[in-house]
Each structure stands twice: as C-alpha cells, then as structure tokens.
C-alpha cells in the first residue's frame, strides 16, 4: 500500500471500529465474558496504542532514526507483516502492561469514542509529512515483532483495529 492507501485504510477501519461500538448498548459496552476484555476495554486499549503511534510519528525524522534506526531492508508486504503479526499471537503473545486497560465505565465510552477519530486524523496528518521511503526506512519498536518500518507499523495498526473489533464481536455473542 502506498501513503494513501494506507491512510485511507486507517480512516476506513478506524470509523467501522468507532461506528461498532458507538452502536453497543451500555450492557453491550461493559460485558465481560470470562476473563476477557469488554468492548470498553478494547476501544481503551485501541486508543492507548494509537496514541504513542502518533508521537512517534510526530517526531522529527531524524530523532526517529536516533532513537529507533532504519533499515535497508525492503518493507514486508500487509500479508507478510499480518502473517508474522499472527504468529506471535499464537505462540502467546500479549500486550505489555501499560497498554492493557483497566475496567472501562459505561460513562467513559463517549470520550473514548471522541478521542480515537481525532488521534487517526492527528497520525494521518503526520503520515502525510513523509516521503514513501521514510515509511520504508525509519524504524520504531514494536511489542511483538521488535524494530519495523513505519510503513510495516501502519499496516500493523491498520489490522489491529479489525482484529479487536472481532475479538469484541465474538464475546457479546456469548452475551
């Protein structure tokens, strides 16, 4: 995907995952089945990993770089990264504490849902002030698959959303 496939995409999947869950009712928002997160506690965990993706890519490049480092490897494709993304999960991966969230209040959801459409516009702008190589050389951390490129990152974010929308699906069908 080029730069604006790419930010497209963020919008597109982004609005769905907003628009899923502005549609929950509040039983809906806060149900926890098992030990598994409610639809609040996605939507929280969604914006908390939004959020620094935003920093970073708000950074001036050459702090990225000294920070993080760049590679000359070519960026892998969507299917690749989301192939190598799913295999970690599998072999048990999980997010790191600070962006597990707590319990997420019926009350809470309306902030949450404001908040995530203006940190996609706010990571959007950002992507638009780079060049289609600083996506493929710059590199940031990432907590299952170490060092990726900015682009690989976006492609990343991009299926993280889809991928805590049917996580939240599948538990409020066992509601």
């Not at 599998?90 to 959801?109: M, S, W």
């Not at 203006?118 to 990571?123: F, M, P, R």
């Not at 992507?127 to 050389?137: A, K, R």
Request: hydrophobic letters at 35%; proline letters at 5%.
């Amino acid at each position: 995907m080029n730069k604006t496939e790419i930010k497209d995409s963020l919008e597109k999947q982004y609005l769905t995952f907003v628009n899923y869950i502005n549609g929950l009712s509040n039983d809906e928002f806060i149900f926890a089945y098992e030990s598994k997160w409610t639809a609040g506690q996605q939507l929280k965990h969604i914006v908390l990993c939004v959020n620094p993706l935003v920093q970073v890519f708000g950074m001036p490049n050459a702090m990225i770089e000294q920070n993080f480092g760049t590679t000359k490897t070519k960026s892998r494709t969507y299917d690749k990264l989301l192939s190598d993304y799913l295999e970690k999960l599998n072999q048990g991966g999980q997010a790191p504490d600070p962006l597990v969230p707590e319990i997420v209040a019926g009350n809470e959801k309306s902030e949450l849902l404001m908040t995530l459409p203006k940190l996609i516009e706010k990571l959007n702008t950002e992507i638009e002030d780079l060049t289609e190589n600083e996506l493929d050389t710059l590199c940031i951390p990432h907590p299952l698959l170490g060092n990726i490129t900015l682009r690989e990152m976006l492609y990343n974010a991009i299926y993280h959303v889809q991928h805590h929308q049917k996580l939240t699906e599948n538990n409020l069908k066992k509601m």
